[in-house]
């Protein structure tokens, strides 16, 4: 049996298999942190919209009384805020919104909601909900690091992704016998339920992955991509116009495909999760069969 037979009938027994599994393997242990933390800090970009609609205090149930306008709404805001400088005000253009107003106490300014029908204040424009999953979103572009670091970094992360799943493919590959084995999670199979899930979604997943990751190095060294794009033909082959590959890697990056509708909206942030499950269902796997597997041989020699 030749080496190109040995890949096609057991790729276990193949040399080059069992080097990509280890390059896959400690790519994913040093670099599935990282990976954890842009999965879902992109998810928290995808979920602003809601949580804006979820927790924004800017909505009101509309009264039969005559809302408070001018004057008379600034001298009512003047008492529910007795003790702050009344600020920047946007009067509701629409019954069922709330008038907002930027209150400053100290030199720090903070923005709220009011409610033109009761007198009453309607709470932070921007509550800690809101906070939190800003502050969760601007880790997937800057990591802490400021934003042209972040995205240096980000940029070196999309190539080291773009490996891991080239890697991860060529691990999928059971044999002319078992790879559609790959395709499915099959009960009862030699191999458990989680290195299966890993090998379903990252089958699955691959054009996502691939996406991502090269969308994210162009955000990153935008230069070295278009030299790259020129060396392989430039717009003549495809990559750089709207519509071409690029164009496409870029809309998956930022879940356009689909646009507005909602159920779009929340298939692509349950998407954006998958490289979370990949990272929690590799590292278990690895948990169970390496680690554990060392630990019960090394309580079996001492014993």
Do not use: C
Request: aromatic share 16%; hydrophobic share 50%; no cysteine.
């Amino acid at each position: 049996m030749n080496t190109w037979q040995r890949w096609l009938q057991a790729p276990q027994t193949h040399l080059l298999r069992r080097a990509l599994f280890q390059v896959h393997l400690w790519l994913g242990i040093a670099f599935g942190l990282y990976v954890l933390v842009i999965s879902v800090s992109g998810t928290a970009i995808l979920l602003k919209s809601p949580f804006y609609t979820w927790f924004e205090p800017k909505t009101l149930e509309p009264l039969d009384t005559s809302p408070l306008e001018g004057d008379a709404l600034k001298a009512r805001m003047a008492e529910v805020y007795a003790g702050y400088n009344l600020g920047f005000t946007i009067e509701a253009f629409n019954e069922d919104d709330a008038t907002f107003i930027v209150l400053e106490k100290d030199g720090e300014f903070i923005p709220h909601y009011f409610n033109q029908y009761t007198g009453e204040d309607n709470g932070l424009a921007r509550p800690w909900m809101i906070k939190a999953v800003e502050w969760v979103a601007s880790v997937h572009t800057e990591l802490l690091l400021g934003r042209e670091l972040g995205r240096k970094v980000n940029g070196v992360g999309g190539v080291l992704f773009v490996l891991m799943s080239f890697t991860g493919l060529l691990i999928w590959w059971q044999g002319k016998r078992r790879w559609w084995e790959g395709l499915i999670i099959l009960p009862g199979s030699s191999r458990g339920t989680l290195w299966q899930l890993h090998s379903f979604i990252g089958f699955w997943a691959l054009i996502l992955m691939i996406a991502w990751g090269v969308s994210g190095f162009q955000l990153g060294f935008p230069q070295q991509m278009n030299s790259i794009i020129e060396w392989f033909g430039g717009a003549e082959a495809g990559f750089r116009n709207r519509g071409g590959v690029l164009g496409f890697f870029r809309d998956v990056h930022f879940a356009e495909p689909g646009g507005q509708n909602i159920f779009a909206r929340w298939a692509w942030i349950l998407a954006s999760l998958l490289p979370t499950v990949m990272f929690i269902s590799g590292l278990i796997v690895w948990w169970r069969r390496v680690v554990m597997r060392w630990y019960r041989n090394a309580l079996s020699q001492k014993s």
